[in-house]
């Protein structure tokens, strides 16, 4: 998994701004009616949203977290398939409804879906990796990443328009492996604060317990197919126990190594690649057209694996995790 917005080149407070200026009063007046009616039972549900609106629409995970646990303990409140209180449901996906205020439909509103995921400028879906999830959004046709409610939106009905609750990725991700699956921020990781990072890399794990020996040309017969003499894996060298556990629900939730272990034939490339050119070549490369077609040997190695090689910019091609993990390990060295 990887991070949004990893080289801080959007302006996610201006993202913010544009979230909250548009919805904040619109939840209030609404919010307002159910509160002042006489006949509520449920005054102080909605006074504590109201009060705490502008951390329901742009407040960070951890933010979100305290709103829930200040709804389901002080407040007592359990929604969704648990809910006893199937009014108060019912009021709260009415003032909260994603579809009508937020998907919207073309022409596109002020501040929607659509606006939102082009100004976050989210390539690639954060959860796998494998998915491009551009936007368009044309009279003649449109279409946009997934927006996935990381605290599902039947549970948590008051978190269904909250910016950082909403995950643009892929429809695999989000409609055929998530769906409505319990996600917290301490059962599982969101990319908008964190991703697998350098702790949990990609690797590749031959079946006969040789190692992979970058650059040696001896024994490599299986480069002539498709990589069915090794696994792809994660390694890890983390110590922290809850984040191995938490990596581990989002490797098995998105199917991780079963997908990634379909693109072994883009790591056999790869190791062609390693094989071809040595470090010499490309030095050699670099001298040859630095400051033409490469500014940095780092660019070298890029066009030389298609793909980017660097953290701040694995959120901008598909597969480009896997690339930098493999490069690794195959002593691609950037420097």
């Given amino acids: 998994m990887i991070i949004i917005n990893a080289d801080n080149k959007v302006n996610i407070t201006q993202v913010e701004q544009e979230h909250l200026a548009y919805f904040k009063q619109t939840l209030e007046d609404e919010l307002d009616h159910y509160m002042t009616s006489a006949k509520s039972p449920y005054k102080k549900v909605y006074s504590y949203l109201k009060d705490h609106i502008d951390d329901i629409l742009i407040g960070q995970p951890n933010a979100l977290k305290g709103i829930i646990e200040h709804v389901t303990t002080q407040l007592k409140l359990a929604l969704g398939k648990?809910?006893?209180?199937?009014?108060?449901?019912?009021?709260?996906?009415?003032?909260?409804?994603?579809?009508?205020?937020?998907?919207?439909?073309y022409p596109p509103k002020k501040w929607g879906a659509y606006q939102f995921v082009t100004m976050l400028n989210v390539k690639v879906c954060p959860y796998c990796n494998r998915q491009y999830i551009f936007t368009i959004c044309e009279e003649s046709g449109k279409t946009r990443g997934k927006l996935?409610?990381?605290?599902?939106?039947?549970?948590?009905?008051?978190?269904?328009?909250?910016?950082?609750?909403?995950?643009?990725?892929?429809?695999?991700?989000?409609?055929?492996?998530?769906?409505?699956?319990?996600?917290?921020?301490?059962?599982?990781?969101?990319?908008?604060?964190?991703?697998?990072?350098?702790?949990?890399?990609?690797?590749?794990?031959?079946?006969?317990?040789?190692?992979?020996?970058?650059?040696?040309?001896?024994?490599?017969?299986?480069?002539?197919?498709?990589?069915?003499?090794?696994?792809?894996?994660?390694?890890?060298?983390?110590?922290?126990?809850?984040?191995?556990?938490?990596?581990?629900?989002?490797?098995?939730?998105?199917?991780?190594?079963?997908?990634?272990?379909?693109?072994?034939?883009y790591v056999v490339d790869l190791i062609k690649k390693r094989v071809i050119y040595s470090d010499?070549?490309?030095?050699?490369?670099?001298?040859?057209?630095?400051?033409?077609?490469?500014?940095?040997?780092?660019?070298?190695?890029?066009?030389?694996?298609?793909?980017?090689?660097?953290?701040?910019?694995?959120?901008?091609?598909?597969?480009?995790?896997?690339?930098?993990?493999?490069?690794d390990e195959l002593n691609l060295n950037l420097v």
Avoid: W
């Fill in 82 to 105: 648990k809910s006893k209180t199937p009014t108060l449901d019912k009021n709260l996906r009415a003032i909260f409804n994603y579809k009508s205020k937020f998907v919207g439909s």
């Fill in 148 to 265: 996935d409610h990381f605290y599902d939106k039947a549970t948590y009905p008051y978190l269904a328009l909250s910016m950082y609750n909403l995950i643009p990725c892929c429809s695999i991700c989000n409609s055929d492996l998530k769906g409505s699956e319990a996600f917290t921020i301490d059962t599982h990781l969101n990319p908008y604060i964190e991703d697998f990072g350098g702790l949990f890399k990609f690797s590749v794990a031959m079946k006969s317990g040789d190692e992979l020996r970058p650059g040696d040309t001896s024994g490599i017969d299986y480069l002539l197919g498709v990589g069915d003499e090794f696994d792809i894996v994660i390694k890890d060298s983390c110590l922290d126990l809850q984040l191995k556990q938490r990596v581990e629900n989002n490797l098995e939730i998105f199917k991780l190594r079963e997908l990634y272990n379909m693109h072994k034939d």
């Fill in 280 to 327: 010499t070549q490309i030095d050699e490369l670099f001298k040859k057209y630095g400051g033409k077609l490469f500014s940095s040997r780092e660019d070298v190695i890029a066009t030389i694996i298609s793909n980017y090689a660097t953290d701040q910019n694995l959120d901008k091609r598909v597969l480009s995790k896997l690339a930098k993990d493999i490069s």
